[in-house]
């Protein structure tokens, strides 16, 4: 595991709790889930689970994976049914092929796993996308570039299998601490 990482990740949940407290799930989501007929789903990166929550409340078994202990540790303590929650380093995690009805990825970019999760959706799948992007205007101007998404750039994942259902680009919610120009794409596997 990705020591390095996991610490980073408990310590700043530890220090700024609000990113631990309920939120809505993400709303470009929201109109996503209707569209699949089955009910496995995989979120990684789920945080303290506020998609996973919504999708296991929509009937979905929900695999949600995360680095940090602090984060799975208030998602199991909300006592959801149908969520199994897993401490993984995703630097090293292989996800199954054909094994999900939804895959969903919110504010995380790991550009590698992307085609992983291509494969891991079953035919008619969907997979969700929604992260932080470049933008002059983001507060955050000393982020990472390598976890700033290129404009358009999602869309150049998904050029051969898949159809894309909807794109955009947004800014975040209001309650995220900075305010930051997002992508999101769902796709579905033909």
Request: glycine share 4%; hydrophobic share 40%; aromatic share 10%.
């Amino acid at each position: 595991m990705a020591i390095e990482d996991k610490i980073k990740w408990d310590e700043k949940y530890t220090k700024t709790p609000k990113l631990l407290e309920n939120r809505d799930p993400s709303e470009k989501l929201l109109n996503i889930v209707k569209k699949v007929d089955n009910k496995k789903a995989l979120e990684i990166a789920c945080g303290s689970g506020r998609n996973s929550i919504f999708l296991a409340k929509q009937g979905y078994i929900v695999d949600a994976l995360d680095i940090s202990e602090v984060a799975l540790e208030t998602l199991k303590n909300k006592n959801i049914p149908n969520i199994n929650a897993q401490l993984v380093d995703l630097d090293h995690y292989t996800v199954d092929k054909n094994s999900y009805d939804m895959i969903v990825m919110t504010n995380f970019l790991d550009r590698k796993l992307i085609s992983q999760l291509k494969d891991a959706l079953k035919k008619d799948g969907i997979l969700f996308i929604e992260t932080y992007m470049e933008d002059k205007e983001n507060e955050k101007q000393n982020a990472n570039p390598n976890f700033l998404l290129k404009k358009g750039e999602l869309k150049a994942f998904f050029d051969v299998g898949f159809e894309i259902i909807n794109y955009d680009e947004f800014f975040n919610e209001t309650y995220e601490l900075y305010r930051m120009k997002k992508q999101a794409i769902s796709v579905k596997k033909i």
